[in-house]
């Protein structure tokens, strides 16, 4: 099993270049095998999520193929089966995409119960609840969740909770339903409005994505395209807090920076410099950081999959933060790690109070899932000495080249796969 090693301390100074968004991605590649034309996708993010789900798409029939590391081409038109296999599947939450995508297009769908990062119960009966107001008959059996129907028509649907991946699922499968459906109490995400996008260059009329209301005309079929997923606001994110928790000074490039806004306003709060360009951000830290309180909400709120990160952070800040999760309810995992390196953070219900410390120590510490284990690389970088970090299958799920972008920052990290590894590094490394 491969880890990080990582020698703590040195200050992370220099460009990284953003991939595209994971959570953009996941929704447009399912979304992609609706059209029986070919539909070219760029700025894909070559992270094993993505291509678990690329594998599972070809597995049902669809052609794929790829132009470079970022950009693939897809033909839906081949597609022989609508029943999705868990094996391929298994690993990744977004499977539940396939569910909207085929019962959109082919009004049936078989797919296997989402898996993903363990960071709480995450029910899915929303989404169920929005097919079902468009006609469909849900069921799950053997472990699967499975969705026909005989006539989709639009409706109106009003979600109980603010769900990203419901609003998404309801809109593909609705974009191909006879009539009108609106989606109240959508949720805003970026990715979101990049999903709605990215139906409607394919023919699809979608409305209001970005606002709590969409509202959603169904059209009989669906035309190719090329298609430019947006920027990672959470990849970008977990870089500028790896930058204040080193004291350093980097430049973000191919970021939308109106989508940091929410990271950028912590960042301000305990201290640190943040300067927009048009499609860069660059975040300069010189001192120890101060504290402040975080409550993770729905967007344009602060996002739950930087809570992890900012407490790695806060835990080197000065005072004592107050760090709220809102969204999941088992999303403080990492706490534990983090104790292990030094950190004072107590742990309370939905709660973290962090008593900020002036020095971390390196240890060995697992990853509990994917924005947690980055967390506890930003720790690792700050850290004195060195950090070895097990479990990182976590976060090659959703970081393209972590320890590469990293290395290139100045970082001394290290994927390794042995004991002999390790003490190659630290004695290289000194
Ligand atoms: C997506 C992101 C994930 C992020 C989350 C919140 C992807 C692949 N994953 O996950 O990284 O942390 O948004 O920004 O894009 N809920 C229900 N019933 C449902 C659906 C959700 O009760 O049917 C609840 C969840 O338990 C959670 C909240 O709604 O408390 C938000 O979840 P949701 O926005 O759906 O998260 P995901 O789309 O799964």
Do not use: W
Not at 223 to 248: L, Q, R
Not at 297 to 312: E, F, H, K, N, V
Not at 396 to 405: H, M, S, T
């Amino acid at each position: 099993m491969e880890q990080y090693i990582i020698k703590g301390g040195i200050p992370l100074v220099g460009e990284v270049e953003i991939a595209g968004a994971k959570n953009a991605a996941l929704p447009i590649l399912s979304a992609a095998i609706m059209s029986d034309e070919t539909v070219t996708l760029e700025n894909l993010p070559d992270v094993n999520d993505i291509n678990v789900l690329i594998e599972s798409i070809e597995k049902i029939g669809a052609h794929v193929s790829r132009v470079d590391r970022h950009t693939v081409k897809i033909n839906g038109s081949t597609i022989r089966n609508c029943s999705v296999d868990y094996e391929s599947i298994k690993k990744i939450r977004a499977s539940y995409y396939l569910l909207g995508a085929l019962l959109g297009k082919y009004q049936e769908a078989e797919v296997p119960l989402p898996g993903g990062c363990n960071i709480g119960s995450r029910p899915i009966d929303q989404h169920l609840k929005g097919f079902r107001a468009i006609g469909a008959d849900v069921n799950i059996s053997r472990g699967n969740i499975i969705a026909k129907c005989e006539r989709m028509t639009g409706a109106h649907i009003f979600l109980d909770v603010v769900s990203v991946g419901a609003t998404i699922n309801i809109m593909m499968a609705a974009s191909r339903a006879e009539g009108r459906t609106i989606i109240e109490n959508a949720a805003k995400e970026p990715h979101v409005v990049d999903a709605a996008n990215f139906l409607n260059s394919m023919g699809a009329d979608i409305k209001g994505a970005g606002t709590d209301v969409i509202r959603i005309k169904g059209v009989p079929k669906f035309h190719g395209c090329t298609y430019s997923i947006v920027p990672d606001m959470i990849e970008a994110g977990t870089y500028m807090f790896a930058a204040a928790a080193t004291k350093g000074d980097v430049v973000l490039k191919n970021v939308i920076p109106k989508h940091l806004e929410a990271i950028t306003a912590k960042l301000n709060e305990i201290g640190c410099e943040v300067e927009e360009g048009d499609d860069s951000v660059r975040v300069v830290a010189s001192k120890r950081v101060r504290r402040t309180h975080v409550k993770t909400l729905p967007y344009p709120g602060y996002p739950t999959d930087m809570q992890p990160q900012i407490s790695a952070v806060l835990a080197l800040g000065q005072g004592t933060s107050i760090v709220t999760e809102s969204i999941f309810e088992n999303r403080f995992k990492y706490v534990d790690e983090l104790s292990r390196m030094g950190a004072n953070i107590k742990v309370e219900g939905n709660t973290a109070i962090i008593d900020g410390v002036s020095q971390l120590t390196g240890a060995r510490v697992s990853s509990p899932d994917l924005r947690a284990g980055a967390a506890l690389v930003i720790a690792g970088l700050a850290a004195d000495g060195f950090t070895i970090v097990d479990d990182i299958v976590y976060i090659q799920r959703g970081y393209e080249d972590f320890d590469a972008k990293l290395r290139a920052l100045g970082a001394e990290i290290r994927t390794v796969n042995s004991e002999n590894e390790i003490r190659r590094f630290e004695l290289s490394v000194g």
